[in-house]
């Protein structure tokens, strides 16, 4: 399966609308802090009003900062998909990289929440066989306009990679679909597992 707007081996971003979602995020969980502490405070004269104001003009400038921080994050944002895993890089400060194989894939989710829906933006979310158990994605793909049509590239890659056709059909891993590591690595995994019985019988 070829795809128009997330061909192989070519990087690409996350949609613009992003930085929107983080920033507005960002402004109503200050909105919230402002309501449920500020305001608070001073109808109880627990702080006086030249503190309240002092207070809103510093989350103003944290709106500031955040935005700049959100365009940087985006900035610094890509991912690119191969024949046989996918890969990614995103941070500001702390660069970080990542490699997800595609046989390694268990779970492929689409999240839209409130904010995202009027900016036409979902998030892929990807589980792997190691991260299951930890109830969190291994790798989240943020901002995506075409969701629907990811999802379903990253799943025929999958598939195929796992012995399918690509076609839905499925398939069985043989030893001719497997690749010499691969291979080797099954060989290597039932001779421990053949020395582990012979010691215990």
Known sequence: MRSEHFPLDTPF???RAIII???TNFILLMGFLIVVVLVPLVYYDEISRSSFDAALVIIAAAIVMFFIWARLYYDSMWYELHDDEMRWKRGVIFRRTGIVP???VTN????QGPVM???GISTVSIQTAGYSGKGVPEISIEGIVHAEELRELIRTMVRV????DGT???GTVT?????PAGLQQVLDEMRAIRALLEEKL
Do not use: E, H, V
């Not at 492929?108 to 999240?111: E, G, R, S």
């Not at 990679?161 to 399918?164: I, L, P, R, V």
């Not at 030893?175 to 690749?179: A, F, G, I, V």
């Open 102 to 104: 595609y046989n390694r």
């Open 117 to 119: 829906r009027p900016l």
């Open 175 to 179: 030893p001719q679909t497997l690749k």
């Open 108 to 111: 492929i989710d689409i999240k």
């Open 168 to 170: 839905g059909s499925g």
């Open 13 to 15: 971003k996350p949609s």
């Open 21 to 23: 979602w983080f920033t």
């Open 161 to 164: 990679c796992s012995g399918g």
